[in-house]
C-alpha cells in the first residue's frame, strides 16, 4: 500500500514511460483477428508519443572484482538461505539457432547438477533443506553463475562448504553416460508433450511468448520448430561437451558475493566468517562422483492377469464401467481434450478417522513419510533416475475421512503410472535415515516459519474456530514431529493400503480403451483385496458457535488481515450447494466493488465457502481480508453492511447475470478438461450425488434467482454465528485505535456483531 509519495512523481513515471514506442498489445484467444486489430486501433491509435521522449538507458552491471560478503536478517523472515553470485556476464548470441543449442546444454547441466544436490538433501544430517546451483538471467541482458540453499539446522558453514565443494566435483570431474541419458530423455520427454499438445496449447501460454519475446527478445520459433530442433541436437550433445561446459561455466577464482538471509540469531554468521567458509571449502580435495547402478525398470508386468467379470456402458457421458475379478471397479472415459495426458483417482471412506487421537500424527503424516522413503528397493532418488524420459507419478494417502490416491500420465506412460500404483499396495520400503532427514526438514521448515505474524494468525484462526481439539487442522510446532513415530506410521499405512477393496478407479483422458484393457486387468486386477472396514467416523469436530472475536498482535509491518468465518449445519444438496456458490461469487463482487475499488481500504482477498456431507452436513464461509491497521473497523463495518444488503435485498440483476455468465463460460471450457471430469466423477462417488449432473449445469444456473442467493445469504451468513480474528501489527497505529494485546498472543473482544 502506497502511503508516502508525491502525485507528480507518479505523473511523470506515467508520462515517460507509459507512451507507444514501448508498448506492445498481445490478443490471443478465440477471436476473429480482424475484429481484433480493429479494436486495438481503436483503442489505442489515439495514444501519442512525446515530442521529446525521455532516452530509455540500461544500466551497465560492471564485474564484480572482489569476493564480498553480506548478512541480512528479519525477524518474520520465513527461513535462512545462503547465496553465492559470481561476477555478471553479458547475454550474447540472443535469436540464434547457436544460442538455442547453448539453451539446451544449459538446461542439461542445470539438470544433473541439480539432481546430484537434491541426493545430499535426502542424507541423513544433510547440509540443507534443498539447494539449486546454475547459470541463470540476472536481468534479461545479463547472466550469473548462482549456488543457493536453504540452510537446515546444522547452519551456513555446511551448506557452504557442500555447494562449493559440488560445483569443483563437477567441474573438474564433469558428469557420467548415465547422468547425461537421463536428463536428455527428461528434457526430449518434456519437449515432446508439448509438441503433442501443439494444436490444443492454452491461450495464457501463448501470450507469455509473445510478452516475453517483446520485453526480453527471447525467440519464439513456436513448438514444432523447437520440437525439431530438440530432435536434431539433443543427441548430438556429448559427454565431452558437457564436462567442457562444466569447466568453462562452473565459476573457480573470480569475485563472488555471499549473501546470508535469515531470522537473527544467537549463531547467525558474520561476513568475515561467510567469506572463511568458501575459502576453507575452496582448499578441501573433492573426488569424482560415484553412481550406483540401477534397474532397468520398475518392475515386470504380473504373470498372472486379473479378468473384468461385468462391463456398462453410459453412452450420455461416453463412460464405460469395469468390475474386475477381484473386486476392484474401474470407469474409464477416453477423451481427445489433450493428445498427451491421463488423469486417474479413486477414493472410499475411511482416512484418518478410523485411527484414535493419539495416533493423529502418525495417520496425518503415514502418506508424507512412506513416500519420503521410496518404494520397493528404491529411493525416491532411485525413483527419478528409473523414470527418466516418463510421464507419470501416483500419490497415495489418508486424508480425513477417505483413503485417497491420484495420478496422472503421458499417454505412452499409462502402464508406468499403474506399476507405481501397484508397488503402492505390495508394500512399504523402510529407510530410517530419510525418515529422519524427512523429519529434520519438517522441524526446521516448522522452525523458520514459527516467527512470521501470518503462521500465528492462521493458527489463531484454527484455535478460535476448533477450540484444542486434537483434530483441528492447525500448523505444527517444531518439536512436535518428534513425535512421530515410522513403524506405527507405516503400521497405519499398510492398513489402509494393503487392500484394493471397494475402490473404484477413475480414468480419464487420451487412451485407447481396448489397449489399456490388458494394464488394467494386468494391474489393478492384480491389486490384494482383503477385507478391511471401509467407512469413516465421526471424530466429532465441530466449530465453535456463537460470536467469538480475537485480536492477534505480531509482526513490525503496517499491515493487518481480517478473517471472518461463518459455519453450522446444513442439509447437502447439488442444488443448496449451487445457491451457496452464487452466494460466494456475489459477496466477492461486492467485496471488489465496494471494499477495493470505491473506498480503497484493500488489496486483495475475498470469500470462499463449501458445503459437505462428510461427517455431517455443513457448511462453512470464510472471508480474508487484508488492510490497513486504520481501516480495520471500517472494513468490517462495510463487508457486514453487504451482507446485510445481501440479506434485505438478494444480489442485483447485473451482478447475478455476471455470476452466470461467467459460470457457463467456464463450464463450457471445463467440459474440455479431463480433470474436470475426474473431480465431477469422483465427487459423484463420494457424495453419492448423480454424476450426469455435469450435463445439467447451464440448466441449473440458468434457473437459479435472484431470491435463491438472497435465502442462501441469510441461511449462511448468521451474523449471530461466526468467528472474527484480526491480525494487528506489534506496534499499533494510532489511527486504528484499537486495544494494545500481548505481542505474541490471542486477545478476545466484546461480541457485537460487525463490529
Known sequence: ???????????????????PDLMAVVVVGDIDPTQAEKLVKQHFTRLKNPAAPRPREYAAIPPRADTEALVVTDPEADGNAVLLRYPVQPVRDLGTVRAYREELVQ??????????????????????????????????????????????????????AALVQENERARQYGFGVQELERAKKNLMRTYEQAWNERAKSDSGTYAAEYIRNFLQDEAIPGIETEYRYVQNLVPGITQAEMNAYARSTIPQDSGKLVLYTGVPKSDTPTGPQLLAAVADAARLPVEPYDEKLLAARLMERPAHAGTITHEEHDKALGLTRLTLSNGVKVILKPTDFLNDQVVLSAARPGGQSLFPDQDILNARFSNAIVASMGVKDFTPLDMRKILAGKAAGVTVGLGSYTDVIAGASGATDIETMLQLLWLKFSGVRRDEDLFHAYIDKQAEVARNASGQPGRRFGDAVVSALFGDHPRAPRSLEADEYAKIDLDRSIAIFRQRFSSAKDMTFILVGS?????????????????????????????????????????????TEPKSSISINFTGPAVFSEAEQLRLSALIEVTNLRIIDVL???????????????????????????????????????????????????????????????VKSGWIQNHRRSLRENGYWVANLQSSLTEGTDPASILKVEQQVAALTAQDVQAAARRYFDTKNYVQVVLNPELATKAANVARAPATGTQDVAATPGT
Open 1 to 19: 500500500m502506497l502511503r508516502n509519495f508525491k502525485p507528480e512523481t507518479l505523473k511523470r513515471f506515467y508520462q515517460d514511460w507509459y507512451r
Open 107 to 160: 538446461g542439461l547441466f542445470a539438470s544433473m547438477l541439480s539432481a546430484r544436490l537434491a541426493e545430499i538433501s535426502q542424507l541423513p544430517d544433510a547440509p540443507w533443506l534443498g539447494a539449486s546451483s546454475s547459470l541463470g538471467k540476472l536481468t534479461p541482458r545479463y547472466r550469473a553463475y548462482n549456488a543457493s540453499a536453504a540452510i537446515g539446522p546444522r547452519g551456513a558453514q555446511p551448506a557452504i
Open 511 to 555: 487412451f485407447d480403451e481396448k489397449a489399456i484393457r490388458p494394464l488394467l486387468t494386468s494391474y489393478l486386477g492384480t491389486l490384494p483385496t482383503p477385507a478391511l472396514p471401509v467407512a469413516y467416523r465421526d471424530v466429532g469436530l465441530r466449530p465453535v458457535t456463537g460470536v467469538v472475536k480475537r485480536e492477534v498482535r505480531s509482526g
Open 596 to 658: 477495493r475499488e470505491k473506498m480503497a481500504m484493500i488489496y486483495g482477498g475475498g470469500a470462499s465457502g463449501a458445503l459437505s456431507k462428510i461427517p455431517y452436513g455443513n457448511y462453512s464461509v470464510g472471508i480474508n481480508l487484508p488492510t490497513g491497521p486504520e481501516n480495520v473497523d471500517k472494513v468490517v463495518a462495510a463487508t457486514f453492511a453487504e451482507i446485510k444488503r445481501l440479506q434485505e435485498n438478494g444480489p442485483d440483476a447485473a451482478e447475478l447475470e455476471k
